[in-house]
């Protein structure tokens, strides 16, 4: 093959495109992350709390938005197409995920681990 330049067998790899400029924070790869995620509904949860305190001390409201998330990662991530059955095992993984960052947000992180007992008395 010849890639134009006179010589037999070598090929030039194509020129490469100039890459752009992206902002990460933005982005939805960088929001489909635990900490990223974690901390946004930490976020939304005490600014929430601040403008209505009931909210604020609920801590099912936090428990919502991790699953309000949690289905959002689902459906960003999950690339099959086809029957339910196929998609058991994306579901189960979205399911612990939401587990893990509603029990991210609510301080349960450490009873998890075995760092202590965040959980009130």
């Known amino acids: 093959m010849s890639n134009g330049a006179g010589k037999q067998g070598i090929e030039t790899p194509p020129a490469k495109a100039p890459a752009g400029v992206a902002n990460t924070f933005v982005s939805p790869r960088a929001a489909l992350s635990l900490p990223v995620a974690s901390g946004a509904i930490t976020m939304a949860w005490r600014i929430s709390g601040a403008l209505w305190t009931p909210l604020g001390q609920a801590l099912w ?4 938005l991790s699953a309000v998330v949690g289905f959002a990662f689902y459906m960003a991530s999950d690339p099959i197409q086809g029957k339910w059955r196929d998609k058991i095992p994306s579901i189960l993984a979205a399911f612990f995920n939401t587990v893990t960052l509603a029990a991210s947000v609510l301080g349960f992180s ?8 965040p959980a009130p008395n």
């Open 61 to 64: 409201f936090p428990v919502v």
């Open 110 to 117: 450490a009873a998890i681990t075995g760092g202590g007992n």
